[in-house]
Structure formats: structure tokens, C-alpha cells
């Protein structure tokens, strides 16, 4: 099982740009599909983006297709958000997640082996 950091959440006007970067622990990087899922205050969780073990297939919830991409270095166990045109919607702790199923390319938490921190971002209007 890995364990997951997140870093790089923070304040940003609306129109600005974040980058979120996810570490991993351990030597099976690449066998994790790997997601970012937001919660936003009194709201569930729900998924943004993920990313395949190789990196070569990715997806989008529709909110933020065009606007995130999703990307993933399998040489330094690490996995980025690059956010732009940021909108207050967008408002949220970040959570970085590893499953080995795949199941988190249907937006689904079931299968969900690890969860980072979580990182906060806030967007002004």
C-alpha cells in the first residue's frame, strides 16, 4: 500500500492557475491508477480527475475538463493536478487517491486503496 502527501493548495483569485503535486510511498507506483477527488464544506466528495499506472489514458468530470490536467511521473512516485482558469466553485480540500482496480475511472471511491491528507483550495471571487 502507499502512503500519499499532497502539497501545493492554497488562495487564488478567480481566472488564477494552482498546481497540486501528490507524493507517493513505496516501489509499486506504477501498478496505481491514481485520482484527485474534492470535497467542498457540507458536500460529499466527488472525483475530478485520473490518471491510468502508465499515465496513457486519463479522465475528466465535466466541470473541469479543459481547465485541469491531470499528470504523473512514475520516476519519482508523484502525481500532479495543474488547475487553470479557477472558478470559486472550484473551492475545496484536494484529495490525492491510489487504486489498484481501475475502479476510479468511474468516479467510484469503493475501490480506493489509499487517500492523502488533503490539501485546501480556495478560490476568490
Known amino acids: 500500500q502507499v502512503q500519499l502527501v499532497e502539497s501545493g493548495g492554497g488562495l487564488v483569485q478567480a481566472g488564477g492557475s494552482l498546481r497540486l503535486s501528490c507524493a507517493a510511498s513505496?516501489?509499486?507506483?506504477?501498478?496505481?491508477?491514481m485520482g484527485w477527488f474534492r470535497q467542498a464544506p457540507g458536500k460529499e466528495r466527488e472525483f475530478v480527475a485520473a490518471?491510468?499506472?502508465?499515465?496513457?489514458?486519463?479522465y475528466y468530470d465535466e466541470s473541469v475538463k479543459g481547465r485541469f490536467t491531470i499528470s504523473r511521473d512514475n520516476a519519482k512516485n508523484t502525481v500532479d493536478l495543474q488547475m487553470y482558469s479557477l472558478k470559486p466553485e472550484d473551492t475545496a480540500v484536494y484529495y490525492c487517491?491510489?487504486?489498484?482496480?481501475?475502479?476510479?475511472?468511474?468516479?467510484?471511491?469503493?475501490?480506493?486503496?489509499?487517500w492523502g491528507q488533503g490539501t485546501p483550495v480556495t478560490v476568490s471571487s
Open positions: 490518471i491510468s499506472g502508465g499515465g496513457s489514458s486519463t
Open positions: 487517491a491510489a487504486d489498484r482496480t481501475g475502479s476510479i475511472f468511474r468516479g467510484s471511491t469503493d475501490r480506493i486503496d489509499s
Open positions: 513505496g516501489r509499486t507506483f506504477g501498478a496505481y491508477a
